[in-house]
């Protein structure tokens, strides 16, 4: 786990992205770019911070269903990345709040053909688990148990503090040579919604 | 730097940077294309910022396009010339670029297919079989040396735990696990590893083993390599205990991982370029589409620009022609450019210099020649005499004022009509001399002088006129000019001249001589009669003598009228009323005219008031008039004789009129024209100078007499006097002056 600024979406919001490719479209006149796939739903619950040992731990649970398309990207070879952008704000009256933490848990699910295994790699602990089973690696990305968020020491008593935590999922390669071309064809990238919870010291 | 020049400065600039980002736009589109990881972020904005340089480029070339059209509807000069070139340079563009546009589509489609093609695909899915193959002997090694060691423990029983290592190290495991199906382990087997903590078992392994499967997986590891897991069941469990798992860990040779790696990695890249093989390929021909659209519009665009270029010169070309023709030499095209065009150009605004100063030259010729036909239509105004110019085919080209007034009638409106067509009346003055001269004309004489007499009414006028050919193109006349003058007043003075003149000699040499006969006549009367005897001698000496004195007073009489005739008097002018001196001369003659049985009428315009005249001279050309016409009504019993006055204009001037009427004999008519000549008359008694005094004394005041007879009878005598201004040395009062003779 490693904190850092909220993670930069690089790619343009997704509607300007849709609109540029349906222009793009009209004008080249070359039929469909890419597979259209059904964007999926992301949705955080069970949202749950608890203190240990002086630091507030996040259990989240993600809703993550999967399309076919997506599935087949994975097992083409394509990497899948799933992003928890959390941001702890402090809460104020008459001015916009202040951000006091901001933290990125990233994970990417791989295929490997030779081993026939599923890959799960955490990008800011460079752990590595291996599934026999799409499935079995989605579950995995999609709990955080005990994620520290932000210690306690930094969280002073009086002011209300407010967390929010969204899920971004997005496809790319590995390495990211020819990630542009996904500008055309991760059409079922996603993020959630974000979730809020109130911290009171 | 005017707004135009500033405008194009501007345009320039603007066409300049947006071609150098739509140039860099496409090269980095380009790049991207070229799987440069540095350009994915960028690849959509580069594709935002091509397409809307592609929007912007649509926007030109509809607007361009669009005033085409409107120019062409619009018959705007050029605008087809321009539509044509336009059409031919964007066809030529158009043709290659699609072709280069087609067989790009094709080799792109082609290339991309031919790099996913069956046989690599099958290939490396071999490769990986193989690979596949090659670990799954180790894999199935690594389970039996599992399951022989499961068994052994079984068979050992209880007392596994310190055999664990041994067996290890007897089959090269990384780490041996017991563990109970619930994960939770009761030995290990590891070796002097640095990593004393063992390797959990996964659910899915305990999961497979619970249902009586052995379990061997190859796993990669987090820092490179593999690992051979395998998992197996140990003996059977007794009643209300936990079935036993062994687990081990088996490492895979270096190299054998290193090739599978190698395997894997390549199998990897390939599926994930064969999954965006679609992707490519649409971006690609996107991006070669968009390039397309930008050249096709930019060459259009260029096209468009181009067609304007060369066109313009040409459009200011016909505009200038335009202009010129509509007479505005000031046109002065933009020199562009030093080509042929801007040679034309050049030679166009030289010509059009050189004609401004023809046309200037011109100008002042044309207005100097005005100047002078404008001097000599002024003198020509201002002449006496009448002039005409005609053309050679004798149409009327000039008349001055004279002309009209020597014949009497209004010319101008005749200017350009056929001279021998004017006819304005018969009888008239116009009349006659145009028959006099058509009647030189036809004759051939085109240079000729001669005097005509003309009959104008009641009087006789006599013209001078001589005729002279203008030059012309070779033989031929340009045309004749007609200079003819009234010389009936000089005619008139001179004679007048000449008759005073013989006035005065006469009552010089006889007027002499009358007194001494007179005299003797008398003497001898005297001397003689008393000495007479005989009463009839006597008689007969006093008949002779009375004889002698009554001629010579008769003839002295004559002399004096004679004399009268010839003086030229010094004029007394007064103001005189000229009613009042009408009605007072009048009354002397109402009552001896009564005598007679003459009625006497008398008509004044009361708006006449004063007039500035010799009042002795103005009653002796009353009494004249007067007595001339009592005596013209003698012998005749009852008349009538009228005298009017008027006030009128003639000639411009304000004349005061006196007319004369009886409703006598009348004038005879061949003589009216000679009434006021010295010794003419029709009366027995008189010495015929009674009407030449007359007109002596209305012209020694400036005034005119003309004479002619009523229509119903008797005579008409009409005077002029000129009401001279208020103001005048002889109008505030009286005054000396000598007698006009300008008349004459």
Redesign the interface.
Known sequence: MSYSSPAAA???PYLA?RA?GW??CL?????????AFAAPELVVRDVQVVVDEGVYELDAKLDLPLPDGAR??V????TLRLTYEIVVDRVRRYMLDAEIASLAQRYEV????????Y?V?NLNT???H???TLQ?AIDRVSEIRGLPVIDTALVSPGPVYEGRIRAVLDLS?????????????DDWSAASDWKTWTLRP | MDAATLKRAASAVVVGVGGLLWLAAILFMAQTAQNSEQFSRLHPWILAINVAGLAVLVGLLATKLAQLIRDWRGHVIGSRLKARMVWIFGVLATLPILLVYFFAVQFLNKGIDSWFNVEIRRSLDDALVLSRSALEVRMREHLADSTRIAEQIDDMGGSFPGALESFRRQVGALELTIATETGTIIAVGKGFSADIVPEDVPDEVLLQVRHGQPFVSLEPQQEGGYVIRTAVRIGDASPGEDRLVLQGLYPVAERLGALADTVQSAYQQFGEKDYLRKPLKASFILTLTVVLLLSLLGAWYGAIFTAQRLVQPIQDLVQGTRAVAQGDLDTRLPLTSHDEMGFLVHSFNDMIKRLRRAREDSRRAQQAAETERANLAVILARLSTGVISLERDWRVRTVNRAAGMILGDDLEPHVGAQFDSIDLGKDTLVRQFVDACRERFTHGAAEWREQFAFQSGTARRILMCACTPLPGEGDEPGGYVLVFDDITVMLQAQREAAWGEVARRLAHEIKNPLTPIRLSAERLRLKLMPALADAKDAQTLERATETIVQQVEAMKEMVNAFSEYARAPRLEMATVDLNKMVTEVSDLYRAQGAIRGVRFTVELDPSLETVVVDPGRLRQLLNNLLTNAVEALEGQGEGSISVSTRRTTRGGAEVAEICFEDDGPGFQREMIGQVFDPYVTTKVKGTGLGLAIVRKIVEEHGGHIEADNRASGGARIRIDLPLQEAGTDSARGRGTIEPRRERA
């Open positions: 690089h790619k343009l992205r540029l222009l793009l004008i080249a006149t070359i039929g469909p770019l890419g597979e087949k990207a097992e083409s070879g394509l791989s295929y490997h053909a030779l081993s026939q295994r890959l790699r460079g752990e590595q291996d599934f026999g079995g390669t590995a390495p990211d040579v020819l990630g542009w071309l996904l500008f055309w064809s």
